[in-house]
T-cell receptor, first 111, second 115 residues
Framework: LAKTTQPISMDSYEGQEVNITCSHN???????ITWYQQFPSQGPRFIIQ???TKVTNEVASLFIPADRKSSTLSLPRVSLSDTAVYYC????????????FGTGTRLKVLA | NAGVMQNPRHLVRRRGQEARLRCSPM?????VYWYRQLPEEGLKFMVY????????ESGMPKERFSAEFPKEGPSILRIQQVVRGDSAAYFC?????????????FGPGTRLLVL
């Protein structure tokens, strides 16, 4: 079963690029990686999803190396409103589907 | 297009009572997932349902917890004889028929407090 680990917390300043890495050493060939943002007292909000290499959308980029044992969420030019907890989710598609959330990274953006 | 709806948003129960949590998926979505989040912790998968079928309940406690997603109406997560340890936020997510959960859309959650 894939276990996902993330740094507990990170601090950054407004305007900087933030990279948050998730380790998923036991990921299988067909498993997907998704990242979510969660504000206090709210449900997680989808940010980006990928399978391999690099994916970019209007809010973030996702880098997945060839061995897929980790993935990195990149947030360009963060603002105060990006202060939140960020979770990676590994969707295991082999056999019965399983959904393994990471431990979460608490990002604090400072002025 | 309304998002995932959950109600109630807050629920208070005394030990031994039943808690019933409802989830209406996004329009067009036929897959529903339930997660539990303890204070200051991450989300833990509980159950994955499609209309009238439980696909994966590997994260559900063996006793007191059950879930259903009937042909008509919302998905229900039912907790019988609640205990203080059941106090948590319960989130529901949905995904379209073409997906198996690669992209899930979450509701606002139900915060259960057991006194």
């Amino acid at each position: 079963l894939a276990k996902t680990t993330q740094p507990i917390s990170m601090d950054s300043y407004e305007g900087q690029e933030v990279n948050i890495t998730c380790s998923h050493n036991n990921i299988a060939t067909n498993d997907y990686i998704t990242w979510y943002q969660q504000f206090p007292s709210q449900g997680p909000r989808f940010i980006i999803q990928g399978y391999k290499t690099k994916v970019t959308n209007e809010v973030a980029s996702l880098f997945i190396p060839a061995d897929r044992k980790s993935s990195t969420l990149s947030l360009p030019r963060v603002s105060l409103s990006d202060t939140a907890v960020y979770y990676c989710l590994v969707v295991m598609t082999s056999g019965t589907y399983k959904y393994i959330f990471g431990t979460g990274t608490r990002l604090k953006v400072l002025a | 297009n309304a998002g995932v709806m959950q109600n109630p948003r807050h629920l208070v129960r005394r030990r031994g009572q039943e808690a019933r949590l409802r989830c209406s998926p996004m329009k067009g979505h036929s897959h529903v997932y339930w997660y539990r989040q303890l204070p200051e912790e991450g989300l833990k998968f509980m159950v994955y349902l499609q209309k009238e079928n439980i696909i994966d309940e590997s994260g559900m406690p063996k006793e007191r917890f059950s879930a259903e997603f009937p042909k008509e109406g919302p998905s229900i997560l039912r907790i019988q004889q609640v205990v203080r340890g059941d106090s948590a936020a319960y989130f529901c997510a949905s995904s379209p028929p073409s997906s198996q959960g690669e992209t899930q859309y979450f509701g606002p959650g139900t915060r259960l407090l057991v006194l």
